[in-house]
């Protein structure tokens, strides 16, 4: 039983244009969620987080969104890059600060 | 702050054999993680320490997986008589305790 899950394997967008990254979760515990990004033969970086008391967090070209009665979370990226083609991961936290992590999202931004 | 480091960064080994995999966390961090990562998958939390104790491990694998944290600083994974689905990707990830994750490069596993 998958409790986040990321439906969509691969994304592309182009340069300047706004990346949307979609997570969805099933447990009602979870109390914070993070976004990760990951390229080949690295491990994954922290980029962003929310706690569950906020819709919303801003950190530069990055956004993410909390939609709790929807169990829904996003992450935009604005204006989009080429350095930003990596692997998100969408991760959420019990309160035993363990994460459980969606299947990932691979973003290309096309120049 | 050279962040989280992990040893070997690649290992090759006969099924069978032993293999044991070396985690060094940030230095104030006082809690380490170990997560699996296999192909088109996201990392799967295997266990955690907060200083030596080790805290969660009823998600280990199997019996063949254990870790040790012994001086509450660097940690080691070990993997008994390897199998071919052992192959994978093992991450070691370091935290204060209420904060955000900070993962190391992660050692890929081939098993033979």
């Known amino acids: 039983d998958q409790q986040v899950k990321q439906n969509s394997p691969s994304l592309s967008v182009q340069e300047g244009r706004i990346s949307i990254l979609n997570c969805d979760y099933t447990n009602s515990m979870f109390d914070y969620f993070l976004w990760y990004k990951k390229y080949p033969a690295e491990g994954p970086t922290f980029l962003i987080s929310i706690s569950s008391i906020k819709d919303k967090n801003e950190d530069g070209r990055f956004t993410v969104f909390l939609n709790k009665s929807a169990k829904h979370l996003s992450l935009h990226i604005v204006p989009s890059q080429p350095g930003d083609s990596a692997v998100y991961f969408c991760a959420a936290r019990d309160a035993g600060n363990m994460l459980t992590f969606g299947g990932g999202t691979r973003l290309m931004v096309k120049p | 702050d050279t962040g989280v480091s992990q040893n070997p960064r690649h290992k090759i080994t006969k099924r069978g054999q032993n293999v044991t995999f070396r985690c060094d966390p940030i230095s104030e961090h006082n809690r380490l993680y170990w997560y699996r990562q296999t192909l088109g998958q996201g990392p799967e939390f295997l266990t955690y320490f907060q200083n030596e104790a080790q805290l969660e491990k009823s998600r280990l694998l199997s019996d063949r997986f254990s870790a040790e944290r012994p001086k509450g600083s660097f940690s080691t994974l070990e993997i008994q008589r390897t199998e071919q689905g052992d192959s994978a990707m093992y991450l070691c990830?370091?935290?204060?305790?209420?904060?955000?994750?900070?993962f190391g490069p992660g050692t890929r596993l081939t098993v033979t």
């Open positions: 990830a370091s935290s204060r305790v209420t904060d955000e994750q900070y």
